[in-house]
């Protein structure tokens, strides 16, 4: 008798191991989705389908950031109206095989810096799609993003109001 009560506590104390594995597994998975939603709650745009105007929030940091591609790769962007060009990390130009065309100097937050520039061949957000954009290799860059500046930006209507943005096609005869 003694062992059947040892041996139902002992599966009682396993399954109650078990349950808590899965109930804070499944909560640090939770969680890590929250959090990921809240510094870029535009990433679904990164597959979406190309309509009259897009709608990005801005993030916790109050920031426009969302995932989108360049010349086919996913990339994490923080929309920069202040940037001239689309400010590509070293790094990534190099897993782009971006061609750099020439040295510039540039006035960033951080001072001025001399990086590279190219153009990149599509940059798509949303399923808005423009092609041979001039951007930089930007050494300095941080590796996690792209700054989308006015190279792209700029060939779209840009609409600001509070925790919003909207992109517009451009009126017919302008071409993006």
């Known amino acids: 008798m003694g ?3 040892h041996g139902v506590r002992r599966t009682g104390l396993g399954m109650m191991l ?4 899965l109930f ?8 890590q989705d929250v959090l990921v ?3 870029n709650p535009n990433a679904h745009l990164v597959d979406a389908v190309a309509g009259d105007t897009l709608a990005l929030e801005r993030n916790v940091s109050g920031h426009f950031v969302a995932t989108g591609r360049i010349n086919g790769e996913p990339v994490r962007m923080l929309l920069d109206t202040g940037a001239t060009y689309v400010a590509v990390p070293a790094g990534l130009a190099d ?5 750099p065309e020439g040295s510039a100097w540039f006035s960033t937050a951080n001072g001025r810096v001399r990086g590279q520039l190219t153009t990149l061949d599509e940059i798509s957000l949303g399923g808005f799609t ?3 954009v001039r951007g930089s290799i930007s050494p300095g860059l941080e590796e996690g993003g792209v700054l989308l ?3 792209f930006l700029g060939r779209f209507d840009i609409e600001i109001r509070g925790e919003r943005m909207v992109l517009r096609l451009p009126q017919r005869g302008e071409a993006p």
């Open 18 to 21: 078990v349950f808590w594995g």
């Open 3 to 5: 062992d059947e009560r």
């Open 130 to 132: 423009a092609r041979d």
């Open 37 to 39: 939603r809240r510094e």
């Open 24 to 31: 804070i597994g499944l909560g640090s998975w939770w969680l």
């Open 149 to 151: 500046g006015m190279s």
């Open 95 to 99: 897993r782009l095989g971006l061609t």
